[in-house]
């Protein structure tokens, strides 16, 4: 009898323990409040966008499809987004993830696209419904700018204007209109 007090004694505290770890595994895990910065992107969006490349004799316009989902992926924490820009001559495509860092406030949009760009935007909330994301380099010796900037028309609608600049002076944009 002594033999079987003691499993069941063990059962019951390893039991505990288990429950305790559980519970505060799942608390540090919940969502980060400023991850939820991010959450109107969540789902699958349909649209139309154009592309513009102000080069040096003309402008290049290009019209183009546009799909992109977004999941909450690392429990909350973040959320990444796969988009896929096309027409009969082009595909474009992009996967993103995005997420807040708890010391310093500051929201980061990693992307890297099949063109073997990749970037690290910072990103801010101007308000409820404008999402402001920035990224700077140097290529050619030339300062380049892209400044984005997403804005929600509602939880089903939305624009977006990417544009990017070389010494100040534009060199190309991207934008449309999505919607769920």
Not at 49 to 72: A, I, Q, R, W, Y
Request: some cysteine.
């Amino acid at each position: 009898m002594n033999h079987l007090s003691r499993i069941i004694g063990f059962a019951i505290v390893a039991s505990s323990i288990l429950v305790i770890a559980t519970n505060s595994w799942a608390e540090a895990k919940a969502p980060a409040p400023a991850a939820s910065e991010f959450y109107p992107l969540l789902g699958k969006w349909h649209g139309k966008g154009e592309l513009v490349d102000f080069g040096k004799d003309h402008p290049v316009n290009v019209k183009l499809t546009l799909s992109l989902s977004c999941k909450k992926v690392s429990s909350g924490w973040a959320v990444a987004c796969n988009m896929m820009a096309k027409n009969g001559a082009m595909l474009m495509t992009e996967s993103d993830l995005m997420g807040v860092d708890p010391v310093t406030g500051q929201a980061h949009w990693y992307a890297v696209t099949n063109q073997g760009e990749t970037h690290d935007h910072l990103a801010k909330w101007v308000d409820a419904k404008t999402m402001k994301a920035h990224y700077a380099w140097t290529q050619g010796g030339a300062k380049m700018e892209e400044n984005i900037v997403f804005n929600f028309k509602g939880k089903k609608s939305a624009t977006w204007s990417s544009v990017v600049t070389a010494d100040g002076k534009r060199a190309g944009q991207f934008s449309g209109t999505i919607s769920k």
